[in-house]
């Protein structure tokens, strides 16, 4: 099956940096890749999505960065504020399959002030 | 609105006692899953359903089971709970293939 490993599993960063949290994964059929974001006491939710088609994708703050040949993803935050502060999750799985999502053991991001 | 609810939100039971987790959702969504998250090990699979009376094995299935009777609920069961299974469990509903995971609110709980 599918095996996910991300790192860092904690980030500390100065209000205004950037962030990038990375993952990679095991099985070469897996061409989806969500990345959650999980506030203290709450659900994950989906804060963007990349798919093997496409090797970048941007939000706003917020990008994801795919490479298929390495089976490595990232996600990047630039300007970082106080509300990114939360524990994020990436994920993967074969669309084609019926089976759910893959994650990896999060990232805790810290937003220094 | 759309939404996943789950109940009960927190529950605190003894080993042996079997015990329920509703998971409803109003999407019309045809596939649904179960995780379980613990600290330092993230959220893993439990079992999931692809449609009406189809479920299959997660990751970690032991000591649970589930029913998909119905289109919107897929209830969790623990027979006969145990320590170990002390734990964060959310529920999750998607369209299929690569769409967007729903999750529930979660249930918190603690086996004694």
């Known amino acids: 099956g599918e095996n996910v490993e991300q790192h860092p599993s904690t980030l500390s960063v100065q209000e205004g940096d950037s962030a990038v949290i990375k993952c990679t994964y095991s099985?070469?059929?897996?061409?989806?890749f969500p990345w959650y974001k999980q506030e203290l006491g709450k659900r994950p939710q989906l804060i963007i999505d990349i798919r093997s088609n496409v090797g970048e994708k941007k939000d706003q703050r917020i990008a994801v960065t795919l490479n298929k040949t390495a089976k490595h993803f990232s996600l990047h935050i630039t300007e970082t504020q106080p509300e990114d502060s939360a524990v994020y999750f990436c994920?993967?799985?074969?669309?084609?399959?019926?089976?759910?999502?893959?994650f990896g053991k999060g990232t805790h991001l810290i937003i220094q002030p | 609105e759309a939404q996943v609810t789950q109940n009960p939100r927190y529950l605190i039971t003894v080993t042996g006692k079997k015990l329920t987790v509703t998971c409803s959702q109003n999407?019309?969504?045809?596939?649904m899953s179960w995780y379980r998250q613990d600290p330092g090990l993230g959220l893993r699979q439990i079992y999931y359903s692809m449609n009406v009376e189809v479920t299959d094995k997660g990751d970690v299935p032991e000591g649970y089971k589930v029913s998909r009777k119905e289109k919107r609920n897929f209830p969790l069961i623990l027979e006969s709970p145990s320590p170990n299974q002390t734990s964060l469990y959310f529920c999750?509903?998607?369209?299929?293939?690569?769409?967007?995971?729903?999750f529930g609110p979660g249930t918190r709980l603690t086996v004694t």
């Open positions: 099985d070469s059929a897996s061409n989806y």
């Open positions: 994920a993967a799985k074969y669309g084609g399959g019926a089976d759910g999502l893959t």
């Open positions: 999407m019309n969504h045809e596939y």
């Open positions: 999750a509903s998607n369209e299929g293939g690569t769409t967007e995971q729903y």
